[in-house]
């Protein structure tokens, strides 16, 4: 089993930064993919940002592509997801999600999930 954990989200004012950041434990020599999603309220939950722990490869989507910036440790086995110019719309719930495939996230269907973290942005 995997377990993640997220923390860092809160409240940040509309042109602001924030990192959130998920703690990965367990089966860990398992995991090649780690995603960031989020749900907003009453919408679809939308893939966020993706990296390759065996080459370090990202993956965004369309609209957070030149604002976010995923990284990591691997041997800290901690993933962050720097995002920058926040916009109201970036108000969600953000998860973590890890996998042994890339693939799985394009899919939206990641096998191991954390709770979640709260990013409120707002004036």
């Known amino acids: 089993q995997v377990q993640l954990v997220e923390s860092g989200g809160g409240l940040v004012q509309p042109g602001g930064s924030l990192t959130v950041s998920c703690a990965v434990s367990?089966?860990?020599?398992?995991?090649?993919?780690i995603g960031w999603f989020r749900q907003a309220p009453g919408k679809e939950r939308e893939g966020v940002s993706c990296?390759?722990?065996?080459?370090?490869?990202?993956y965004y989507g369309d609209s957070v592509k030149g604002r976010f910036t995923i990284s990591g440790d691997n041997a800290k086995n901690t993933w962050n997801l720097q995002m920058n110019s926040l916009k109201p719309e970036d108000t969600a719930v953000y998860y973590c999600?890890?996998?042994?495939?890339?693939?799985?996230?394009?899919?939206?269907?990641?096998?191991?999930w954390g709770k979640g973290t709260l990013v409120t942005v707002s004036p």
């Open positions: 999600a890890a996998d042994m495939a890339v693939a799985s996230w394009f899919l939206g269907d990641m096998t191991y």
């Open positions: 367990g089966r860990t020599q398992d995991i090649y993919a």
């Open positions: 990296i390759s722990t065996i080459d370090g490869t990202t």
